[in-house]
């Protein structure tokens, strides 16, 4: 869904909330959007303008590109389906063949993210459940992987604001107030009209009992 500003325009496209998480959720800035349409459209053009191996080796590359298309496009279905733990796999397998796609990884802890998210367990559960599943521990897990994998996209592409927000977030739900802080300065920094940032760092010092700070 669209994230509006106080001037009533699209400042980015929310893809994520986090249960209990204050109203915090994962929002891509528009220009970013726009940015990875041309950079798949750049990489397709420059894909069909690279030379033609020789036929020795050409059926292993091209089988080599449609492998790591493919579970992009499985990891994609299975998201949307909500089977996210087949697409945190999917995007395991892209990433072994493409490591320095930093959307990959941003992609991965999302679905792991959204996992956690979807075990929660629901009010008819019965207590015993609850305890057996042992969700805090698999949670605190889950919330490791997701920030590894934000810090390798971000050592990909250090000034996406993207990567920093998200980090930020689960570092918020982690309850490392600290962190969520510093990465959403980096974030403002980077990106110092888009209202949201503030407002989720206020959320993130009103944690830490920085209340004149939150306000400034």
């Not at 897990?141 to 000034?159: F, H």
Request: net charge negative; charged share 25%; aromatic share 10%.
């Amino acid at each position: 869904s669209p994230v509006f500003n106080a001037n009533g325009e699209v400042t980015g496209i929310a893809t994520l909330i986090i249960q209990g998480g204050q109203n915090l959720n994962f929002a891509i800035p528009i220009k970013y959007i726009t940015e990875v349409k041309n950079s798949i459209q750049t990489k397709k053009t420059e894909a069909l303008k690279t030379t033609i191996p020789s036929p020795a080796v050409e059926p292993i590359i091209e089988s080599k590109v449609k492998s790591v298309d493919e579970h992009i496009k499985l990891a994609k279905e299975y998201y949307i389906n909500g089977q996210c733990n087949e697409a945190f796999e999917e995007y395991k397998n892209a990433i072994s063949e493409r490591p320095s796609n930093p959307f990959l990884y941003f992609a991965q802890a999302k679905a792991a993210l959204r996992a956690v998210r979807y075990s929660v367990p629901t009010a008819e559960q019965t207590e015993e459940t609850r305890e057996n599943e042992n969700i805090e521990k698999e949670k605190a897990n889950i919330y490791d992987l997701a920030i590894e994998n934000y810090s390798k996209a971000i050592a990909l592409q250090p000034d996406n604001v993207v990567f920093y927000h998200a980090r930020a977030l689960t570092y918020y739900s982690r309850e490392e107030y600290e962190n969520a802080v510093k990465d959403l300065d980096k974030s403002i920094f980077l990106e110092p009209n888009i209202s949201f940032l503030y407002e989720d760092r206020c959320r993130a010092k009103n944690e830490l009992k920085l209340y004149q700070d939150a306000i400034d």
